[in-house]
């Protein structure tokens, strides 16, 4: 049996119809129900629903064999998994944005706000930019506004919301999709039917 973490929402229900297209499916799971875990016995798969942003620990720690999360949580909380595949959606990118009229002079400490500490402080280090990370939990987009930060470091999609805030995009720090990431142990017990599925999956990403 392969344990599967799938990131609930949108990008979980995508997720799921690629696994259902590679021979994985598991038809309970879009019924209406709160259930959280799914099995096929037939096809040696189980599928739980977690908040995306736990996807990672859920594999790192073996609980999942598998899983599928954003390159953003990678980045963010390098966790040691094996990151097996590029799924080709969830698609956006980390960036950089301000107020239209901000400039960076360089000369004080840059404020930035973001739910992403780690990626902030690691691309403002490879620049040797002084910061001071303001952490906050969610619409970001606020913090220049108010003049609680100078900049914020956060995901764009469709940069709707940066435009209806008056924000513009000033720096690209990396793009972002799903992964299909796996836990070490797990892929030297199960390399076969791991790679069964990656493989699967694989043949999709391509032909999409
Ligand atoms: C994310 C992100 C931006 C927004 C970007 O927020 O933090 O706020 O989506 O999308 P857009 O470019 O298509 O407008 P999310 O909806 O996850 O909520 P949050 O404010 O709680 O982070």
Same mark, same amino acid.
């Given at each position: 049996m392969i344990n599967v973490a799938l990131p609930k929402g949108r990008l979980g229900e995508k997720v799921y119809e690629m696994f259902a297209r590679s021979g994985? &499916?598991?038809? &309970? *799971? *879009? &019924?209406? #129900?709160?259930? *959280?875990i799914f099995t096929n016995e037939e096809k040696g798969i189980s599928f739980f629903w977690v908040k995306p942003s736990d996807v990672s620990i859920y594999v790192e720690r073996g609980s999942a064999d598998i899983g599928v999360c954003g390159k953003d949580i990678l980045l963010e909380y390098e966790p040691d998994v094996y990151e097996f595949l590029? *799924?080709?959606? %969830?698609k956006c990118k980390m960036m950089v944005a301000a107020k239209k009229e901000f400039y960076d002079f360089k000369d004080k400490t840059l404020r930035v706000a973001t739910k992403f500490s780690n990626i902030a402080k690691k691309y403002y280090e490879s620049k040797s930019r002084d910061i001071d990370i303001i952490k906050? #939990? %969610?619409? /970001? &987009? /606020?913090a220049p506004i108010l003049g609680l930060s100078d900049v914020i470091v956060d995901i764009v999609e469709t940069g709707a919301t940066l435009k209806e805030n008056n924000l513009e995009v000033k720096e690209i720090i990396a793009p972002i999709s799903a992964r299909l990431i796996g836990n070490k142990a797990s892929f030297k017990f199960k390399t076969k039917e791991i790679e069964n599925i990656i493989k699967r999956l694989g043949e999709l990403v391509k032909n999409d």
């Open positions: 994985y &499916e598991c038809p &309970e *799971l *879009l &019924e209406p #129900n709160r259930k *959280l590029d *799924l080709n959606i %969830g906050l #939990n %969610g619409s /970001i &987009e /606020i």
